[in-house]
């Protein structure tokens, strides 16, 4: 498994922007998912975007799509989720996650998360 830290949430204003960032380390991990999922108050936690280490591959849900990009940076063994346009339904915990999942979407691929980081979204 991996570790993962996650950084960059807060509050922000609908409209504004933030980027996430989740610092890997531990084992080799140049054939991982990496994703990006989100937690709100008494829902299930669901799929945001994911991209593949190597390939450089992404996915999105379609909720995001143009709002949100993925990315990451070799150097820093580090993967970034750029958010725009914030809006009141985007406030959640975010985790990243690592994996080898059959299906990007889909939590139980994931064997390791890290602890979240609050984004709040306010109108």
């Known amino acids: 498994q991996l570790q993962l830290v996650e950084s960059g949430g807060g509050l922000v204003q609908a409209g504004g922007s933030l980027r996430l960032s989740c610092a890997a380390s531990?084992?080799?991990?140049?054939?991982?998912?990496m994703g990006w999922f989100r937690q709100a108050p008494g829902k299930e936690r669901e799929f945001v975007a994911a991209?593949?280490?190597?390939?450089?591959?992404?996915y999105y849900a379609d909720s995001v799509k143009g709002r949100f990009t993925i990315s990451r940076d070799y150097t820093k063994n580090t993967v970034y989720l750029q958010i725009n346009s914030l809006k009141s339904e985007d406030t959640a915990v975010y985790y990243c996650?690592?994996?080898?999942?059959?299906?990007?979407?889909?939590?139980?691929?994931?064997?390791?998360w890290g602890q979240g980081t609050q984004v709040t979204v306010s109108s």
């Open positions: 991209i593949n280490w190597s390939a450089g591959s992404t």
């Open positions: 531990g084992r080799t991990f140049s054939s991982y998912t």
């Open positions: 996650a690592a994996g080898f999942p059959r299906t990007v979407a889909v939590v139980t691929g994931y064997d390791s």
